[in-house]
């Protein structure tokens, strides 16, 4: 497939969100996403505006915003930051994968207490989570490598 923005085949396109007044699902390369080309010549977003995480400043958040190929989730997805940069998307986990990241089910134990759920409640969510069904989505930052995740509620 041929990318609309530089109309090359490079073997690869973008399958996941793209936020812009033109449909471009499925019709961009990497390349361009990461040169800033697609944000440039169709004002595109690939974060739809949300964070998680430390205050950023402007310029940070628009280089994931309007750089980074996004990942697709069951409602908008989110983007943490940590140390002042944008953390490095990891992808969808459930709690068998999180074993292994005890600071992202910290985290997830955090979102989910902020719910007002009581303590029982969060360990049933956490336990139920599941990387293809019921995913959580891991980050780990790129300046102190701790893991960050939230929930992905349908």
Known sequence: MTCICCGRGRGYIYTGPVYAVEDLKDRLCPWCIASGS????????FTAGTC???????EVFSAVDRHTPGFPASQEPQ???HCGEGAAYLGRVGFAELAAHPDALETLRQETSGWGWPS???EHHLGSLDKDDHPAHLFRCRGCAIHLAYSDLA
């Open 52 to 58: 998680l995480g430390d205050d950023v400043p402007l």
């Open 38 to 45: 697609v944000a440039e010549r169709f004002d595109a977003h």
């Open 120 to 122: 029982d409640q969060v």
């Open 79 to 81: 983007w943490f930051f």
